[in-house]
């Protein structure tokens, strides 16, 4: 082909992909983010490598991701260093295909912290948690009880963060193993915060901050979690596919309305 040919064969062919909707420059073979790397000799924990390994012998100590993350959280005084902790956590799959650790997002002195799930597409892309439609939805849903993200006054302030920092792949639930290694970090956020009460956004917050799922009964009513006062709601993005719902979502805002002012909730 001659070189002008081939050059608007080349832009025709970029062109065709823009349409279809490729939006980002790749490598020619595909990279699987997920893939493990092959599998260098692994150490069980707590055993010793054998001393007449020689020096130049790969060993790898297969390292716990729990405790891994409980090393790495209990060393942090800081929300900024908790941030970079999470930045630095390399023990989670996860963090491979995310674009963004989505640490958190509000004003850190509200006495109320939200705990989502995990990253969503926009979230994902713009480092924030809640910032997609069922974020939208949360904002409006607090507003109506005079409550926003930022506010400056910690009475009507929100802190909102998620149990997992990145996106899993194509929004699936989050795996048990994922949960318990971000557990750690969860808690510790908690502990830097210091809110006076938890609100536990939908069944996988429910189920890694209380141990039980089951949203549909476990909403109207304060539990405890984390050594605090806890309230499970509906997540937003379920309201958004079952707007009925949002009767019970008004009740419970007003049972946590009642709880700051001073009530039972
Ligand atoms: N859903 C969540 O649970 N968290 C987000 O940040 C976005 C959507």
């Given amino acids: 082909m001659d070189s002008d040919l081939e050059f608007h064969a080349n832009k025709a062919m970029l062109e065709w992909q823009v349409e279809l909707g490729a939006d980002e420059a790749i490598s020619e073979t595909p990279v699987n983010r997920f893939d493990v790397p092959a599998a260098l000799p692994v150490v069980p924990v707590g055993r010793a490598p054998a001393p007449a390994a020689a020096p130049d012998d790969a060993v790898q100590v297969a390292l716990d991701p729990v405790v891994e993350a409980k090393r790495a959280a209990g060393q942090t005084e800081s929300l900024a260093e908790l941030r970079d902790a999470l930045v630095g956590f390399e023990h989670c799959e996860l963090k491979r295909g995310a674009k963004n650790t989505v640490f958190a997002d509000g004003n850190p002195a509200a006495r109320v912290m939200i705990i989502g799930e995990a990253p969503g597409r926009d979230e ?16 409006r849903m607090f507003a109506a009880i005079g409550m926003a993200r930022d506010h400056p006054d910690s009475d009507a302030a929100l802190y909102i963060t998620n149990i997992l ?6 929004n699936r639930d989050p795996k048990p193993e994922e949960i318990a290694m971000m557990m750690p970090f969860v808690a510790r956020h908690v502990e830097l915060v210091q809110p006076e009460v938890l609100v536990l956004m939908g069944n996988i917050s429910c189920q890694a901050v209380l141990g039980r799922r089951g949203i549909t009964r476990l909403r109207g009513a304060w539990t405890s979690g984390l050594g605090l006062p806890a309230l499970p709601m509906f997540h937003p993005a379920y309201l958004l596919r079952n707007p009925a719902a949002k009767r019970e979502t008004w009740a419970d805002l007003l049972m946590l309305e009642a709880k700051l002012a001073g009530g039972a909730g």
């Fill in 165 to 170: 920092p990145w996106r899993p792949p194509q």
């Fill in 124 to 139: 994902d892309i713009r480092g924030q948690p809640f910032v997609g439609r069922a974020g939208q939805l949360l904002d």
